[in-house]
């Protein structure tokens, strides 16, 4: 029996100083750390985001000249994608609660796990400085020849910073599977386990399989920097199409990366907040899966106008069709669980609604661009700022903000201002139609992206995009104040304040240091509402 003293400690108690946080083996300190991370870069790139709309608010310049609004795009894209979107569910909420769901006492390499985050540090700390010291201004897809004719180092160093970050990726990634197979609780088969680790089991391979791909075309764009051999610039003979294709082998993959864990998160938040088991358990599960090999074989749908065959352009317009297939089944499956659920409309509940709307949008758009002669008009325009932006921020950060309400009580065993909340949702998820749903018409009267200037037609509706910006600026502040708000003042939260079935709910809130009191022992299927 474990006494009123013993459940008092816990995992934020257990030791104390931040020296023991630098150096904890702890998943959970792991994750929060990974959480402080990642909210500090979002707060970098969200800061550039806002620039590059206040410039783009009225044709002309209005802060910056054309030079600095290209390295302000390339702040914006390299923090949000490699220090964000890719690492902010698998690195935060997966590392903190992968173990809870499946019953064990941690990762199955816990130093790893620690020199992952270092990795991140590291190479965003290189990043950094890539991107202030040395200018860098090729975009966050590092193109060449650009990136390779800049007379500054400062690609490299981008490069570079992404390089180490991709090892925390990696260890990540590993970790994960290891976990997966090796650290179940007694009776946990694979059709036991919450969705959400099948989200992260799925990601995880991506992760190792997808980011060497990436790490060795960055060794060779920094080889054809420093030591002139020709890979990629047409002048020493190389091919700045093959560019494209290794590029774009990691980085859709990438989106699944980023979409694969957020998708987890919503199967949890709607089970939940329905009070129903899922619908198509095995479908949802199979279907992560599925998405992740499909994602493989898509890449060459970025590069429809980049010369390649009809006869390989026809293949991966229908392959990047097939990924909607399960993304589909998902999303039936989702509204087949709310269909006659008790649904309790919180602040998760409603964050998981707006990643229906919006990631909907967002996939029927993406099955649009995989049309060729569709795409060939839209290709570098803002109906792909718009579209992409749907998928990613809509999808991911949409799940991220849903998920640090629903498992908030349990990590800091404290309960959050549920109106502040749901205000924040509003303002976000208004902001966000009224920010980039004009950029669908935008990008289909022809304005391209990545222009510093623009016809004065398009004004009106840029206008309106930036005063949507600014909707989800407020909304993410209102957010920041919950969570503070929360740790400093919330009333004390119960074991499982939302009546989930998942284990991380059968353990004290925040968890001990070992997770659980006593080893859970697996009876019977996941989500089982009484």
């Known amino acids: 029996m ?9 995992y934020l108690n257990h030791e104390k100083g931040l020296w023991s946080w630098l150096t904890t083996l702890d998943h959970k300190r792991i994750g929060i750390m990974y959480m402080i991370t990642v909210m500090l870069f979002f707060l970098i790139g969200g800061i550039f985001a806002l620039l590059i709309r206040f410039e783009l608010f009225s044709t002309g310049g209005q802060i910056v000249d054309a030079d600095g609004y290209n390295r302000m795009m390339t702040f914006h ?3 949000m994608v490699f220090m964000v979107i890719i690492p902010g569910i698998p690195a935060f909420l997966g590392n903190f609660f992968l173990p809870l769901h499946l019953g064990a006492k941690d990762v199955a390499f816990p130093k790893v796990n620690l020199m992952s985050w270092y990795c991140l540090i590291i190479g965003a700390a290189i990043s950094f400085f890539s991107l202030f010291a040395e200018k860098v201004a090729t975009g966050w897809t590092f193109y060449t020849p650009y990136s390779i004719s800049e007379t500054s180092n400062g690609a490299i160093l981008l490069v570079l910073g992404a390089f180490v970050m991709g090892f925390s990726s990696i260890l990540t990634g590993l970790n994960f599977v290891a976990t997966t197979h090796r650290l179940r ?5 694979f059709f036991q386990m919450p969705l959400f680790v099948w989200g992260l089991y799925s990601t995880a391979i991506l992760q190792i399989i997808a980011t060497p791909v990436l790490a060795i075309t960055l060794l060779l764009l920094a080889a054809e920097k420093t030591m002139g051999i020709g890979f990629f610039d047409p002048k020493l003979g190389g091919d700045p199409v093959l560019f494209q294709h290794f590029f774009w082998f990691y980085s859709h993959p990438a989106v699944y990366i980023m979409i694969l ?28 899966v599925g998405i ?15 010369g390649q065959s009809q006869v390989a352009g026809v293949i991966f317009s229908f392959l990047t069709m097939l990924v909607g297939v399960p993304t589909a089944i998902k999303t039936f499956n989702w509204v087949a669980t709310m ?5 309790q409309f919180q602040s998760p509940m409603l964050y998981a609604m707006g990643f229906l709307f919006l990631f909907t949008i967002g996939g ?18 803002y109906f792909v700022v718009a579209h992409f932006h749907y998928v990613m921020v809509g999808g991911t950060l949409m799940a991220i903000m849903g998920g640090i309400y629903y498992w908030f009580p349990k990590m800091f065993g404290k309960m959050y201002n549920e109106f502040m909340a749901q205000l924040s949702f509003l303002f976000i998820f208004v902001g966000f139609n009224v920010t980039f749903f004009p950029q669908f018409i935008l990008g289909a009267q022809g304005m391209p992206r990545r222009y510093f200037d623009y016809l004065p037609a398009f004004e009106p509706l840029n206008r309106v995009s930036t005063v949507g910006s600014w909707l989800i600026a407020i909304g993410f502040l209102i957010g920041l104040y919950v969570i503070i708000n929360g740790l400093l003042k919330g009333k004390k939260a119960p074991d499982n304040p939302w009546g989930a079935k998942t284990l991380e709910w059968q353990t004290s809130s925040p968890p001990p240091h070992t997770n659980f009191h006593e080893q859970p022992v697996v009876t019977g299927g996941p989500y089982e509402f009484r």
């Open 339 to 343: 269909y006659k659920g008790s649904i």
């Open 292 to 306: 992740a090999a499909v994602s493989f074989f898509v890449w060459g749908h970025h590069m429809f106008v980049s």
């Open 77 to 79: 894209g390299a923090i």
């Open 185 to 189: 609780a007694p009776g946990m088969g």
């Open 364 to 381: 029927v758009t993406g099955v649009m661009l995989a049309v060729m002669a569709v795409d060939v008009h839209f290709h570098d325009t």
């Open 2 to 10: 474990s006494s009123a003293a013993d459940k008092s400690k816990n």
């Open 261 to 288: 864990p957020a998708m987890g998160i919503i199967s949890e938040l709607i089970t939940a907040f329905s009070r129903k088991v899922i619908f198509g358990y095995k479908a949802i599960a199979f279907s992560s």
